[in-house]
């Protein structure tokens, strides 16, 4: 097996690992990145709307009204401290974009802030995109990232996926790797960021890329990390599938855009006063569920009235997709478009502090698979400032806690050779059943029987792979094995949480109670280390 080392090794190549990279870089540290893909060209952030949220001079907003809207929007149970960080960093991670070159849409000589639904100041950025089609807008964030990090020395080694993090002496002391030719490989690292984003497409719908696996929550949890907030998941209402499959920005609905059902009704004025300008993502998810369980959908989805976006924004802020609809569809003000539901974002995973350090020695995180900073539901343009802001603090943090690798000891138990090598039809079917059991129970609008029989079909799935090995093909066996532990956590925890709360609505337990709820559920390795551990910790937010 070939050994490769470096002082920080940093796993993921989007927006949070490429900001991680150039902060290790410049702090003196040889760097390292691995990527199940291109580096700046794949993950979640390249399908980004590029909206980023934050505290701006000039603006007359606050950090502490950032801070009241996160918390009140994730329902009271997100981590202050973490918020608190965010938003009193997210001027200078918007500063530092813009050193490298990143270009935002200003007006009157400043940045144009625009209000999204829930934020309570108009505080939303985006980034000017000419010349970057609107389906990977997200190139506008990590493009310069990337060349920035090329130009300072970060390595690289692309279409490459981590299977496991290898430990020494209780400390995470890199990982055990495979490429595309399927060989593994061990990179010995002084210090590890996961920065691989989430696991939307572990779910049978969702927008993100096909890597979005939940190699992050698996290889933490594996590692002995804490993670939190699983049974959060943000759905997005606003998924376009005709005249184009496109994911709608939701600053639209701040701009005038409107849903309507089949017979052109405003459906959501009936379950939220004000409508879409104050609806959060969960209420926009369920209302949408409903009216297409009640009959009311179109195609699957229901109607977005573009009609009242104004014509300045439509030649402006919203050019690249205006053109791409009126290309496919019409005039969008005369033709609405069809939306539907879509698994967008994972609010929880792994714990962390303040500088992006986990529960595990030598071992950091930042970006999606970090949870703690939105807690019951996320607002628009916090994701990519969460991973501007904890990417920067994790490579900085990782270049000072660096230490020196160990010698390789042991190679993952199942990759060891090849005794029984598991069909690569059973690793399909297994996933696709996780993908189908996961949207059937752990949905929208969830209940205890349903996440009962979602478990059920779970342990059988689990079943089909025990007493084979994946040496044969360290790829397929690393993502069926990963998409295998976290939907097991995802299902334990929202089977835990008997109440409603954010995006986790359950029919058997229809409302917010806070007496018994206002916190979080942790979850870790077991001391069997068969099946995981669950706990529920009370949180120290007061309700506003």
């Known amino acids: 097996m070939e050994t490769l080392q470096t002082e920080v090794l940093i796993i993921g190549g989007g927006l949070s690992g490429l900001v991680a990279a150039v902060e290790a870089r410049r702090a003196g540290r040889d760097v390292l990145l691995v990527c199940k893909r291109k580096p700046g060209r794949s993950g979640n952030t390249i399908l980004a709307a590029c909206n980023i949220s934050g505290v701006f001079p000039g603006q007359g907003d606050t950090v502490e009204g950032f801070v009241q809207d996160t918390l009140w929007s994730g329902k009271n149970i997100a981590d202050r401290a973490l918020v608190e960080t965010m938003a009193a960093d997210s001027g200078a991670a918007i500063a ?4 490298l070159g990143v270009r935002f849409l200003e007006k009157d000589g400043r940045l144009h802030c625009r209000l999204v639904p829930g934020h309570g100041h108009p505080r939303t950025i985006c980034t000017e995109r000419v010349g970057i089609p609107v389906q990977t807008a997200g190139l506008s964030l990590t493009l310069p990232l990337l060349e920035e990090a090329e130009r300072i020395g970060v390595r690289f080694l692309e279409s490459t996926t981590v299977v496991s993090l290898s430990r ?12 595309r030719r399927r060989r593994l490989l061990h990179i010995a690292a002084g210090a590890t960021v996961l920065a691989c984003g989430g696991g939307g497409r572990i779910f049978a719908n969702s927008n993100n890329t096909r890597e979005m696996t939940g190699d ?3 290889l933490a949890y594996q590692a002995g990390a804490v993670l939190r907030d699983l049974e959060f998941i943000q759905f997005h209402p606003a998924m376009g599938v005709s005249p184009v499959r496109v994911i709608l920005p939701t600053t639209l609905f701040g701009d005038g855009a409107v849903l309507r059902n089949r017979y052109g009704e405003r459906f959501l004025l009936s379950s939220v006063s004000g409508g879409e300008k ?3 993502r969960d209420e926009m998810s369920r209302a949408i569920h409903h009216e297409i369980e009640e009959g009311r959908g179109v195609g699957g989805g229901v109607l977005l009235d573009l009609a009242e976006v104004s014509g300045d924004l439509a030649a402006t802020r919203y050019a690249d997709l205006w053109q791409l609809l009126s290309r496919k569809g019409g005039d969008p003000r005369s033709h609405p478009v069809t939306v539907a539901l879509a698994v967008h974002f994972i609010m929880g995973g792994v714990i962390i502090d303040r500088d992006g350090a986990t529960t595990v020695p030598g071992l950091l995180a930042a970006g999606e698979v970090v949870g703690g900073v939105h807690g019951a539901n996320r607002l628009g343009g916090n994701a990519l400032m969460e991973a501007l802001v904890f990417g920067r603090r994790a490579g900085v943090a990782a270049a000072s806690d660096c230490t020196e690798p160990p010698q390789l000891r042991e190679v993952p138990r199942g990759l060891q050779g090849p005794t029984k090598p598991c069909p690569k039809d059973t690793l399909i079917e297994v996933c696709d059943e996780i993908r189908s059991l996961l949207w059937d129970g752990a949905g929208v609008v969830r209940s205890g029987l349903l996440l ?3 478990l059920g079909r779970w342990h059988a799935a689990s079943e089909r792979l025990s007493g084979w090995d994946g040496a044969e093909d360290p790829l397929a ?3 069926a094995s990963n998409m295998l532990t976290v939907s097991r956590l995802i299902l334990e925890s929202a089977l835990f949480r008997c109440e409603s709360r954010g995006a986790h609505y359950r029919s ?7 007496e018994q709820w206002l916190g979080t559920i942790q979850v870790c390795r077991g001391p069997a280390a068969m099946r995981p551990s669950v706990s529920f910790v009370r949180g120290e937010n007061e309700p506003r």
């Open 278 to 280: 104050v609806a959060g």
């Open 477 to 479: 066996w690393s993502q």
């Open 452 to 454: 009962g029989q979602a």
């Open 216 to 218: 992050g929550f698996a």
């Open 168 to 179: 020494h002496a209780g400390r995470v002391s890199g990982a055990f790797a495979a490429d």
């Open 508 to 514: 058997d337990y229809p409302a917010l109670d806070d």
């Open 96 to 99: 530092f974009m813009q050193q």
